[in-house]
């Protein structure tokens, strides 16, 4: 032990430093010998004096000297992290047995030796402490960004943000004066998702009562929170607004629109009846009589054919299945089934489409365009002829359509109807030039020869002579006209 400590006291005692000469080695290599020559007086003094140092672990557990870790250090770069984990947990009776070996490190390498283990340690989960959570760094906002949610804005400069996309925070707009400034801004910003988004802010924030109350002498930002009300479906909010502006047939038809929401068809019969003694406009109690009506009778339409369809009993539903269920469709899908599969019943039946066209007031132009579409469909000519068949108070009968006879050749050429029917109505077109499009459209030469000859039209009548078959009948009724 003395002469440890006689060599303590001459290391303390000397110095590395001289008098300035011009011979000084002013050079890494002197210096890194030097610090090698300092590294290992360290690890002798340290190495020999070991029983009088407590030495101990980042954990609390007992590891070897300075000189072990210098040793770990240079044996790190060739075991794997398993190896050096394993043998951290031994026992300091382990640590004891190491060999000690010269150390040929500079005192720089000594720091990064250091350093690297202190990372092991930190590092191996099974010297950690179990308590401590390793969290990311949060990394800061710009400052512009912050400012969004620190910043004092005023209602004008919110709105503005607002309107480019920023995220602003209204929270801050606590009393009622604020609030109502910051929706006038957005109102004079002329910015409806700005407006509605405001509407929001005060709609969670203010009592209905004082809400409602504002928004009735500002009609623009009333409209805005009523469409977006009626878009979300909020139904209660939106009638008990109503209420409070007295608008009693808007709150009739939107309690009138709840129907939409029904699918049972008896549970809507039955609200639609409910519905009749709201406060509606005439008008719009009429409408509201008829949709009543209108499902009432399809009900009982839809039972019956769904009988007859089950049962076979028909031989029009056999050969034309039903593609879906008339329940809830609109009256000119009603009446175009009714005219399809029901065109020969009497007027007292509910199914009848004059039964119909009498109960609903359907004009004669929706009747006859809607008639005529159904029995083109079926290919029942005779039907399409006295449709469009009338008698006069003298008795006499002459062809009449409502929706005029151009139609009426467009729908039967849709339905594949033969050329001998669309030249008896194409005959019917009162103008010429139409008369002659159409004839020459859907081939029918009859028609074309027929109206140039009542033209007198040689050269046309010559032109279209190429246009027909050679020896064709149009051919010799061109030859003998001309």
Known sequence: MSRVRADEEEY?????????????????????KESKRTVNSLRDIVDDDDDDLERVSWSGEPVGSISWSIKETASGSTSS????????????SSYAALPKQGSSYSLSSLFKGFLCATHLCLSLPALTDTGVKNFAPELRRPRAEYKDYSSDWSPKDTVRRMQRGKVCSLERFR???????????????????VITAVLIFLKRTLRREILFRELEVRQV??????????EMGEQKFLLDLLRFLDRTEEVALSQYREHLNIQDVE?????????????????????????????????????????????????????YPRKASILNMPLVTTLFYSCFYHYTEAEGMFSSPTNLKKTFKIPDKQYVLTALAARAKLRA???VD???????????????????FHRVVEILQRNNAPVQVLQEYVRLVEDVDTRLNLATKYKCHDVVIETYRDLKDRIQLTAYKDKVERGSAEEEKIHSIL
Request: charged share 30%; aromatic share 8%.
């Open 381 to 383: 000519w005779g039907d």
């Open 81 to 92: 992290l398993d190896g050096r984990d394993s043998s951290l947990q031994k026992g300091s």
């Open 267 to 319: 549970k809507r019969r039955e609200f639609l009846k409910g519905c009749i003694g709201l406060p509606f406009s005439a008008e719009d109690t009429s409408h509201i009589q008829d949709h009543y009506t209108l499902l009432e009778r399809q009900i009982i339409i839809e039972a019956n054919d769904r009988h007859l369809e089950m049962a076979g009993q028909s031989e029009l539903f056999r050969k």
């Open 175 to 193: 009393s009622l004066q604020d609030k109502l400034v910051l929706l006038d801004e957005a109102v004079a910003g002329h910015d409806g998702n």
């Open 386 to 404: 006295a449709l469009l068949t009338t008698k006069n108070w003298l008795g006499y009968t002459k062809k009449k359509a409502p929706i005029g």
């Open 221 to 230: 930002a009333l409209c805005h929170l009523i469409h977006f009300l009626r």
């Open 12 to 32: 303390w005692h000397s110095s590395k430093f001289r008098a300035f000469t011009f011979d000084d080695e002013d050079d890494e290599l002197s210096q890194l």
